[in-house]
């Protein structure tokens, strides 16, 4: 199927028809024509530019449904700026924030995408921001609708170039530089650098944005014009080197017509610009003169078969703008997708021999399922035939059953804590006699805790049943468990010859345990 590039540039409309990244036709209508039509003054620019347009697919007799467009940069906004490293869900909202500073007018106005490139080293994303203004964009879908095309791509030329580029077999690892130019069609000229094929600095250039000048006096300005394109090659070199004084330009490819290229090759090597020109002839073949309308309308034809690293494309992002993807949209994609019957057949039998080996590996778990089955054993108190509110009822009254055997073993009072603090609490010349914990009618524990002292003074002995007492209240643990600790009794009794003081102390309040 073929399909159609179209090049909307400063001074002229290129058209180029592709089978198969080969280049089957290929016109350029210069604007000239557009205002010395026969057309009356009064009929909009863009319904002549369609008439004209109409009439070139005519004439050649091109036809294709689908295409692709590429515009020049006097119609975008195309700005690299650098952020830090965020956070996805924060990455929009910075870059909207950020792309306010490089834009004169409000970014609703705008259609607009970007690209991220992130830099592990210093740690910040590289912004390439391309925008429209929305009413701009609609002239060139709505001029694609008139003519009957499907749109896949809308991109900046200077893309197309990189594509084009890459075509020819130019290689874009490391930083290199682009310069497109045709100064017999006056068309406007593009300076980018790239690294490893990410745009990240572009110039656009017009030499003489005049239209429909005689050819005398064209022909005297070409050489000014000539003179020109040196002067605004040297002021974007030292213009980039100011702005990335860190990336040194690796090689300059060049793509220009035969006629300059050895009075160039001489003023590039006086600049020490590695300059390399290169060789259109491998893709257009030798019988056609190489343009830099026709190289941009071929570079965006091959949008599809020819993918780039950067992936900006302003027809998807007005589709993302109207809310998603339209059928349209979904069926010019699926327009551009070729069958292939054995690809088919072999993708069929691949996934039939995966499912069969899966059922394969999968039988022997299956028969041992249906044995274990087979021998679990039958529970008399559930019969096959209660329906599922049924079970649902039995269910809860045995959660219930086990919550309530749970709770008897979890709500306990264990004395394991206890009778480890109460030993460390006893002061010197205190001893313990007795243990007693009982539970009374409302279900809280009482512990008594009985025991002697012996210091040789009734005076010392009642402090040390104090401070055994004090001790008590003082340990986190216990206080916590027991909000009541008071010593009951204190009482001096002979024992053989000697007087001993008697205690007993009371810990109620234990608190239950919360459900």
Known sequence: MNSLGIYFGTNSIGLAETNNRKLVNHVIIPQASIFASDFEEKVPIDLKIIALIKDALRTNHINAEQGSICISGQDLIIRTFEIPRLPANELQSAINFEAKKYIPFKLEELVYSFQVETDSRSKLNTILFVGIKKEVLEKYVSISKQLNL?????????????????????RDSGVVATLCFDLNNEDEINFMVSENGFPFFSRDIILNSGIGEPEAEAANDQIKRYDKLKSEIRVSQDYYRRKFPDKAIKTLHVLSGQDMREDLKNFFASSGIAAKFVDTSKVLGKGVDYSSVMAKSFGVVLSKDLPLRVKINLFSARQKTEGGK?????????????????????????????????IYRIQPVREELSLIRANRPKISSVSGEEDSATLAARDK???????NLDSLIKDQLYATYFLDIIPRALPEGAWLTKFTSTRKEDGRPEVVIEGEAYLGDSDKEFEAVSTFLSNLKSNQFFSKNFQEITITSVDRKPVLDKSVAFFSIVCRNYPEKKK
């Open 326 to 358: 339209g059928k349209d949209d979904i069926l010019s994609f699926l327009e551009g997708v070729r069958v292939d019957f054995r690809i088919i057949t072999l993708g069929v039998l691949i996934c039939a021999l995966t499912f069969g080996f899966g």
């Open 397 to 403: 009254s045995l959660k219930k059953k086990l919550n």
């Open 150 to 170: 499907k749109i896949n791509t809308i991109e900046y030329s200077a893309f197309s170039v990189l594509r084009f580029l890459r075509l020819c077999g130019v």
